[in-house]
């Protein structure tokens, strides 16, 4: 089945639905409205409650999806202890930036768009996810000395503003089970950092 071309019309009744026109769009063309309502008015809020605020705290990881002026998309992991996520209030989360590749590809899309889409899934325990969609800021790491304390790998600060926070189904989410690792925070040793693994500079050179 061929998907329909977007056009500048959507159904009157899901212009005050959360989402983008264009799955409003869609699931108009497919006939999904009624599931899709049902998701938004069931699961979708504008904060996190806390439920999802004491999930935000105790992940360790997080998915994070930017772009830039032009829509040119780039997604990347965070990671760090739990906690290393920190939920300010129900409408605000930070997370740290630690020492990287100096690309700065995230913060540089964040610097021209502030639309940032983060997703923290529990692979272990609970088999589910959570999104959280909104607007972010780039800020000194003097702005939250008091969660910084003595770590001095943070070198600045994402704050989100929550715009959309809802569930990941856990139906095709796998487990997995934690183990032990020795994690080199703010390495620039090219062997613990993966190398070449993927052989790109071996081929430039070769080339």
């Known amino acids: 089945m061929s998907l329909p071309e977007l056009t500048e019309t959507t159904s009157p009744d899901r212009v005050e639905l959360p989402g983008s026109r264009g799955e409003h ?3 108009c063309a497919l006939e999904t409205q009624d599931r899709a309502t049902r ?3 069931d699961q979708v809020l504008d904060h996190l409650n806390p439920a999802m ?3 935000v705290g105790r992940m360790e990881m997080a998915f994070i999806s930017t772009a830039d002026a032009d829509g040119e998309c780039d997604s990347t992991l ?30 540089g899309n964040i610097m ?7 997703l ?7 088999l589910i996810g959570l999104h959280v969609n909104g607007r972010a800021r780039v800020v000194p790491r003097e702005e939250f000395a008091e969660f910084a304390g003595e770590d001095r790998r943070i070198e600045r600060w994402v704050v989100v503003e929550v715009q959309e926070a809802y569930i990941h189904c ?10 032990d690792r ?21 081929d430039k050179t070769a080339n």
């Open 170 to 179: 856990r139906k095709h989410i796998p487990r997995m089970i934690p183990v």
């Open 78 to 107: 965070r990671a760090g202890p739990a906690g290393f996520l920190r939920v300010v209030d129900s409408r605000t989360v930070v997370y740290p930036e630690y020492r990287g590749n100096g690309v700065m590809a995230s913060l």
């Open 120 to 126: 923290m899934v529990d692979f272990a325990d609970d």
């Open 25 to 27: 769009f869609l699931q």
């Open 53 to 55: 605020a004491e999930f």
């Open 182 to 202: 020795v994690r080199d925070w703010g390495t620039d040793d090219v062997k613990r950092k993966g190398g070449d693994f993927f052989g790109v500079k071996a």
């Open 112 to 118: 021209e768009n502030p639309h940032v889409g983060m």
């Open 39 to 41: 998701f938004y008015s």
